[in-house]
């Protein structure tokens, strides 16, 4: 990223605008919480790429998550467990975090929900990381290692991201971003059925093909792969609001940090059920911080 290349941030007004996010949504908001949460990520705000996303679930299943993406060597979980925002210790994927950190060079990110809590750390690799070697890393899913025929399929030898979520025991797998257009419809198509996921209905298909990238979610208990999801960039205009209202309601009174209004959108399946998210890409600073992340 070129230094100095984004206005600085103004906190106040991101405080201001993350209640205004959940006040969309109509979800809980946890004041004290996101306060402590931007104190503590003081060190990273200059150049951090920050989105806020939200879900099509049902209400008592929907969150307003913040995401905050950073290029400094500052260790997520130490830092949030030093400021008492994560209670967990010993936690299980802490060790798969220690297994890459001293294999791989990698940037880091954190997903917290509004409401009070860290689920999520991020992991992303710029020019992706062998998934071969990873594989031979000792405390990944024992699903990831029997998920080879699957990747085979999908042509992806490498891993551009992992997203460790510490509430659900799960971690996301991303192929290395990719132009939008190497997929197509029919090929989205397949890789979910072949999973026996829930199939794509109407345009989903042909807006699955404009992902940028595509991720399987694995449980530390399951033996399947859990989720197969696809994210695209869009601006306002591109996004199905059509699909679900909280969609609607998100893209027309989401807030910015800029005068430009970007948004990624996700397809997201499973064996039983299929959902949509949608996040501001608060900064309009997406695809710069992730460029090198293919």
Known sequence: MNPGSLAPLNLDKLRTDLERYAQIVGTSYDAVFVDRLIKTLQDVWKQAWVGVRTTTHGPEERDVNLRVCYRESLHPVRLLRTAGLVSFTHHPLENLIDDVIERFSAFWGIDAPLSGTVDKVWMFFDGGVSLRQLRGLPHLPPSLHAAQEHFDRNGMDRVGL??????????????????????T???????????????PSGDEAKRGARAFSFYQTFGLESPDILRLCFPTRCTPEEVPTQYHPVLADFVEQAPFATQRRAFLFYLAYGPKTRYFKV???????????FATVR
């Open 185 to 199: 419809p029919d090929r989205v198509t397949r890789m979910i059925t072949d999973l026996g996921f829930v199939p």
């Open 279 to 289: 996040s501001s890409d608060y900064r309009a600073n997406h695809h710069q911080m």
């Open 162 to 183: 992992l997203g460790l979520d510490f509430t659900r025991h799960t971690v996301n797998v991303y192929a290395p971003i990719f132009p939008p257009g190497r997929l």
